[in-house]
């Protein structure tokens, strides 16, 4: 079966712009999460989405927003970009949740803000 | 608070030599544990995980982990590495599904010397 899409891999973003990052989840997972990904501050979660629903939120911004739509695709938004958003974003599929089932990475999302 | 902590940041052994990456972990019921690898650029991949039962599990690419309750352990071992196992590690704590996220620790670079 397909994994874990997630789209664009790359994109290069101005300071104080906007951007939307999407994931296709492993049909018939209903958990979608969302991982920042930096070297100084590792894996860190982002939020949870099951069932269109937002689970669980990490600590992050209120910039960073996200939602997940009745086929389980998920999006995720970050407003008025800073230098420091500069990350992999990585999207994991569960049946469940990430915290009890086994989860599913896709390749990521690289955003570079300049 | 919840933490992993991977107290080695970068590993350097021989092909063909023993492997073992220590992983603690600070959670106040059972654990659910796991060890993800990611390659450079790339998403993260389950290596293997325990919910529950047998202390010894075997994962994938010839990989074990065993988890000790009494030291709040988790490490990871292969008897013999190869080059391809170059990548960095990542041991990781599943909250539960009610909370349902994964906090990873900082990881451990492992490094093949020919």
């Known amino acids: 079966k397909a994994g874990v899409t997630q789209t664009p891999r790359y994109l290069i973003k101005t300071r104080g712009q906007q951007v939307t990052l999407s994931c296709s989840p492993i049909s018939g997972h209903r958990s979608v999460s969302w991982y920042q990904q930096t070297p100084g501050q590792g894996l860190q979660f982002l939020f949870e989405?099951?069932?269109?629903?937002?689970?669980n939120k990490g600590n992050f911004p209120g910039r960073f927003s996200g939602r997940q739509f009745s086929n389980s695709r998920s999006e995720m938004n970050v407003s008025t970009l800073e230098l420091g958003d500069s990350a992999l974003y990585l999207c994991?599929?569960?049946?469940?949740?990430?915290?009890?089932?086994?989860?599913?990475f896709g390749q990521g999302t690289r955003l570079t803000v300049v | 608070a919840q933490s992993v902590t991977q107290p080695d940041i970068h590993i350097t052994v021989s092909e063909g030599a023993s492997l073992e990456l220590r992983c603690n972990y600070s959670y106040g019921a059972t654990p659910y544990l796991f060890w993800y690898v990611q390659s450079p650029g790339q998403g993260l991949q389950l290596l293997l995980k325990y919910f529950s039962g047998d202390t010894l599990v075997q994962g994938i690419k010839g990989f074990e982990a065993e988890f000790k309750r009494s030291q709040s352990s988790f490490n990871l071992r292969k008897p013999s590495v190869h080059w391809s196992d170059a990548a960095e590690y990542f041991c990781a704590v599943g909250l539960g599904s009610s909370a349902s996220k994964i906090i990873f620790g900082s990881g451990t670079r492992l490094s093949i010397r020919p």
């Open positions: 994991a599929s569960s049946l469940q949740g990430a915290g009890d089932t086994e989860a599913f």
């Open positions: 989405y099951f069932s269109e629903t937002q689970r």
